[in-house]
């Protein structure tokens, strides 16, 4: 059962994740074009990150934005996982809704390379794909679909107190 006590505090950090993954996506791009050896500049309006503009000498490699997703979830993952195990269930949903999104986003941005499939197939994988991702994520945290108490009793242990 969760816990009603945590919802201001999981309420709060869930209103702030948005943001943090803006800065941390933001980011991954910038030094995945940096390290191509591109010109890049993060642009800004006040706190918030609104993207980054590059200069380069040649086409981009698709591999760039396989860099910039890889850091951007290893970055953003850490979190999730830290959520989970202090029971912040809203906050740690939206980081798994986040980390399908920059999945999803690595091959939405790829479609360029991809002229020969119908739209409406792209969308189609586009979601399914978003699913996917998230319901592995899901499922690789341990998280069923109902809220629930994070610590768990386990049948074992019931008779094996001290």
């Keep these: 059962m969760y816990r009603f ?3 201001p505090v999981d309420l709060t950090v869930s209103v702030l994740v948005p943001f943090l993954a803006l ?8 030094i995945a074009l940096a390290s191509q050896g591109d010109g890049v500049s993060l642009t800004l309006s006040g706190l918030i990150p609104l993207g980054v503009a590059g200069v380069s000498q040649g086409a981009l490699s698709p591999l ?10 290893g970055l953003i993952l850490p979190f999730g996982i ?11 949903t939206v980081i798994l809704s986040t ?12 479609l360029s390379l991809l002229t020969e499939v119908p ?7 586009f979601i399914a794909g978003t699913c996917a ?8 945290l341990d998280r069923p679909h109902h809220f629930r108490h994070p ?5 074992s242990n019931l008779g094996s107190r001290p």
Excluded: D, P
């Design 99 to 110: 980390l399908g999104v920059y999945l999803a986003s690595s091959y939405w941005e790829m």
């Design 5 to 7: 006590k945590l919802l």
């Design 133 to 140: 991702v998230v319901l592995v994520l899901a499922r690789e």
């Design 119 to 125: 739209m409406a197939l792209h969308t189609g994988i």
């Design 151 to 155: 610590t768990r009793i386990h049948l």
């Design 64 to 73: 760039t934005k396989i860099l910039q997703i890889a850091m951007a979830t």
């Design 23 to 30: 800065w941390v996506y933001e980011i991954s791009n910038l």
């Design 82 to 92: 830290i959520f989970s195990k202090k029971g912040l269930i809203i906050a740690e």
